[in-house]
């Protein structure tokens, strides 16, 4: 059991380019969630999905960002145009049913 | 709005000694709540929940309490090692399910 994957761990991203971060679920778990870190806060929720379905996007930005959870495949979380303040931690967690989070280690974002 | 926070953003102990970790939360229809601790540049690692019609919960090593009329929650480490240095993080949700609302976390630092 490798438990919830994150790639890439850190991304480099110029202003302007885009930001595709992955989340692959533990085995058998079939709810993704994203969340934010910004330094020395808490995590901020995202977006909550299950198998190609959003179920709550309250705490995704109304732009450039989107989320989704193909039937196949990784969860991606997309970031478009990219600006500093976007620069953070991002975190996924998965779980078999709602509840009982797992998370993974987080993709690290850099805006220059 | 909805909000967790610590009452304490730093704590450091002995090692050996106990400690104890506070938490306030606003929404009283939270009916899930969770203690993750967070080493740097790692995911959070869950470590013990408790419902809210429960009081008290005992893993190894920790407590959890939850005060559900002034709505305060805490942790308690027995016997704190150096290992136990982390930013710990409460967090709190709805029906055992959907988005967590963490708090901003504390950090412990255990000295030898």
């Known amino acids: 059991n490798a438990g919830v994957m994150q790639n890439p761990r850190h991304l480099v991203r110029r202003r302007g380019q885009e930001a595709r971060l992955r989340c692959s679920p533990m085995?058998?778990?079939?709810?993704v969630y994203w969340y934010r870190q910004l330094p020395e806060e808490g995590l901020k929720f995202m977006v909550y999905l299950q198998k190609e379905n959003i179920i709550d996007e309250s705490g995704m930005p109304k732009e450039r960002f989107s989320a989704e959870f193909p039937k196949e495949g990784p969860s991606i979380l997309r970031i478009q145009q990219v600006v500093r303040g976007d620069s953070a931690a991002y975190f996924c967690a998965s779980s078999r049913q709602e509840g009982g989070y797992t998370f993974g280690s987080g993709t690290r974002l850099t805006v220059v | 709005g909805e909000s967790v926070g610590l009452h304490l953003p730093t704590l450091s102990v002995q090692e050996g000694d106990n400690s104890i970790i506070n938490c306030a939360y606003s929404n009283s229809a939270s009916d899930y709540f969770i203690w993750y601790k967070q080493e740097s540049g790692k995911g959070p690692q869950f470590i013990i929940d408790?419902?809210?019609?429960?009081d008290k919960r005992q893993g190894q090593r920790v407590t959890v309490l939850l005060n559900k009329t002034v709505k305060h929650l805490s942790l308690q480490i027995a016997a704190t090692q150096p290992g136990d240095s982390a930013v710990y993080f409460c967090?709190?949700?709805?029906?055992?399910?959907?988005?967590?609302?963490f708090g901003q976390g504390t950090e412990l630092s255990v000295k030898p």
């Open positions: 085995k058998g778990h079939s709810h």
């Open positions: 408790i419902r809210s019609n429960m």
């Open positions: 967090a709190e949700s709805y029906n055992q399910g959907g988005k967590l609302i």
